[in-house]
């Protein structure tokens, strides 16, 4: 995003912690995203872009950097997961821009920090002997299986990218037409199946939504995982009520669910709830560090604080005989 485009947009300091709060949301969720994961590294881009034009401009960004070095940290510790789900859009190197961005923007050159971390492991078990080479083996395998994915998988990759760039674009009606294709290479994917029944509630197809989403919960075999991530689809498409009656209905289900508490909080943030969202990020904070998942406790607690330095001061709940 150029700093021409940002004066257009109006982009200012708000507009940064919006995207940096995608950002960790999408780090924190990165696992399983799939082609999504596309959309956090040009986040990324539009992020940098957006901070070097409002600091010429003599901006204290401060706090913005601190919550940035938190998510770049996690993301650089995430990086084989990010290599992983960037199958989606056939590698990074196919998604990487025509122009090659700078060694600035390192986000686009993960794979030389995983391939270099793979040849350091390499060369320490050279040492051990003649199992090395069944493991040389082994490893040479699994790389080029990473790498070349079958003629199916990247037919695949291609409608789901192309959905999603029709979806931003607001051409919901060749993005839905895209998702089924994709379905029709990938029966068993439940978030293809998840995102057909969202757009076809969207075309006001009910029937064909209703059976999308029970193919969905089918295949998912889990309510409340089947709601927290039919939740976090419509949060992405900003209906904010869906996602706040997906998230209550998961937390009736299983009030110990951590990531339908974040979404939740979530959904309150949308609506200007302030102190309900930052109850919602710490109870998901603490369920998440009940559950191991580091990842959700570290995104839940940066939200729960942001939103604390947002309003400093939160009215306190009254009891009944005030």
Not at 1 to 19: I, Q, T, Y
Not at 65 to 74: A, D, F, K, N
Not at 134 to 140: F, S, T, Y
Not at 219 to 231: C, D
Request: proline share 4%; net charge negative.
């Amino acid at each position: 995003m150029s700093g021409e485009k940002a004066v257009e947009r109006g982009d200012g300091p708000e507009d940064l912690r919006r995207m940096i709060r995608q950002c960790e949301i999408t780090v924190a969720q990165l696992e399983g995203s799939g082609a999504e994961a596309l959309s956090l590294l040009k986040l990324l881009d539009e992020i940098k872009d957006l901070m070097q034009w409002l600091e010429e401009r003599g901006a204290d960004l401060e706090p913005e950097r601190v919550r940035m070095q938190t998510v770049e940290g996690l993301l650089r510790s995430k990086a084989p997961i990010l290599l992983k789900e960037m199958r989606a859009v056939g590698g990074l190197d196919q998604a990487c821009p025509e122009v090659s961005p700078d060694e600035s923007r390192w986000w686009w050159y993960l794979d030389r920090q995983v391939a270099e971390q793979r040849r350091r492991t390499m060369r320490r078990w050279l040492t051990i002997g003649g199992v090395v080479v069944a493991l040389l083996v082994a490893l040479g395998a699994a790389y080029f299986a990473f790498l070349a994915p079958s003629p199916e998988e990247r037919e695949r990759y291609e409608h789901l990218t192309r959905a999603e760039e029709l979806r931003e674009d607001g051409d919901l009606a060749a993005a839905l037409a895209e998702y089924e294709a994709a379905r029709a290479l990938a029966p068993d994917e439940p978030e293809i199946h998840l995102w057909l029944g969202v757009l076809y509630e969207e075309e006001g197809r009910e029937d064909e939504a209703a059976a999308a989403f029970a193919t969905a919960k089918e295949l998912l075999g889990n309510e409340v995982e089947f709601l927290v991530r039919r939740g976090m689809i419509y949060a992405q498409m900003g209906r904010v009520e869906a996602t706040l009656a997906d998230a209550s209905a998961a937390i009736a289900l299983d009030p110990e669910s951590a990531m339908a508490h974040f979404l939740l909080g979530d959904a309150y943030e949308a609506q200007g709830k302030i102190p309900e969202a930052v109850e919602e990020f710490e109870r998901a904070a603490e369920l998440g560090d009940q559950a191991g998942n580091s990842a959700l406790v570290a995104q839940a607690r940066m939200r729960a604080g942001m939103l604390l330095q947002r309003a400093p001061v939160l009215p306190q709940p009254t009891g009944s005989g005030d």
